[in-house]
Structures are given as structure tokens and as C-alpha cells.
């Protein structure tokens, strides 16, 4: 993509983050988006095939900033089990303002999870990696029992991820109107606890 390509798909995200801003992702449309920089909504589908799409990739560099502040924040908790339950908690509560913000539906979640899961592949890996990193400094330190960190920090990414989905599948089922995040939060912590709690040193 050439220099004045570029130089307008950045003028479009910047459109649609102060659409989907202003009106939420529900009552965003494309041609709301396309009229604020005088673009024609065919034009911008070539740059973006879907709402979806482009809400994601218009606040993903929004998204990652906050989720390095929310691993700097964890970090000043001098315990590594705490430090990892508080950058969970965190991030999941940074998950919920942004849906609660912009009414993103139940279906879109359930829609875009793949979509979201491609785009944010690095920041993923980096999540994994920051659990290791704070198992194995727990491993020096006499908090956790020699195991392999790398696995389970995926092991309690993944537990997450699936955690968060199964919930927006439940409301869907049951056709119920919003997110119980509460839920979402105390699932999700149960599970990464008992992990915890796994390998843990035994006094």
C-alpha cells in the first residue's frame, strides 16, 4: 500500500473512532463514517470490508496502550500471585468499559471473537508471556513449585479467553440483554486460583 493509501486509511480510523465515540458501535454505520471525511461508502470498502473490522483495528492501538498501563500497573504488587490476579482483573474490567461504552451487541462479540483473536495474535502472546514471566520470578522465589511457566501462562490465557466466550454464548442462548461481567470476573478468577493454587509451595 503506497504512501497516500496509507495516508487515508489513517484518516478513515480517525473518523471512525470519533464516530463510533460519539455514537457507540450499534448506532455507528459506515456511512456515517464515509460522510464525516466526504468519502463515499464503496470507497471506503476497499480499505475495510466490514463495521466490525474497522472498529477493531480503529481502537486496537488504543486497546494495547491500555493493556501495557494495566501490566505496569501489576507490576508494582510485590507478590507474584497477586500481581498476576491483578492485572487479570484489570484487564477484564478494561474489556467491559470498552463493550459498556460503545453497546457493542452480544452477536458482534460472538461475530468478531475470531477477527479480535488475529488482530490482538501479538498482544495474546505477550499476555502469555507476562504470566510466565511472573510464574518463573514465583518459582525463584519460593512462592511456586518448579513446573513449566510457559504453559501454564497459555494454559491461563486461554482459560480467559474461553471463560469470556462461554458467557457471551450463554446470553446469546438465553437471549438475555446485556454481559453479566461480574460473572465473567468471578469464573475466570475461580479457575486461574485454582491453577495458582496448583503450584503453589506447601509450607
Request: proline fraction near 1%.
Amino acid at each position: 500500500m503506497g504512501k497516500k493509501a496509507e495516508a487515508k486509511k489513517e484518516l478513515i480510523l480517525e473518523a471512525a473512532k470519533s464516530v463510533f465515540g460519539k455514537l457507540g458501535y450499534s448506532k455507528a454505520t459506515l456511512d456515517d463514517i464515509a460522510h464525516t471525511i466526504g468519502l463515499k461508502k464503496p470507497t471506503l470498502y476497499y480499505y475495510y470490508k466490514s463495521k466490525e473490522m474497522l472498529f477493531i483495528e480503529a481502537f486496537s492501538q488504543e486497546w494495547k496502550d491500555s493493556l501495557y498501563r494495566i501490566k505496569k500497573i501489576a507490576e508494582q504488587e510485590a507478590d507474584a500471585r497477586e500481581r498476576l490476579l491483578r492485572y487479570i482483573r484489570s484487564s477484564l474490567r478494561y474489556y467491559q468499559e470498552i463493550v459498556t461504552q460503545h453497546t457493542i451487541s452480544i452477536q458482534v462479540l460472538i461475530e468478531t471473537r475470531s477477527l479480535f483473536q488475529e488482530l490482538f495474535k501479538e498482544s495474546r502472546a505477550k499476555e502469555t508471556n507476562f504470566y510466565a514471566s511472573v510464574i518463573k520470578e514465583g518459582i525463584a522465589n519460593g512462592t511456586f513449585i518448579q513446573c513449566e511457566a510457559e504453559r501454564v501462562g497459555y494454559s491461563i490465557m486461554v482459560v480467559k479467553d474461553l471463560i469470556q466466550f462461554d458467557e457471551f454464548q450463554r446470553a446469546q442462548y438465553h437471549n438475555l440483554p446485556s454481559i453479566d461481567f461480574d460473572r465473567i470476573e468471578r469464573e475466570v478468577l475461580f479457575t486461574v486460583n485454582l491453577i495458582l493454587e496448583g503450584i503453589r509451595v506447601r509450607a
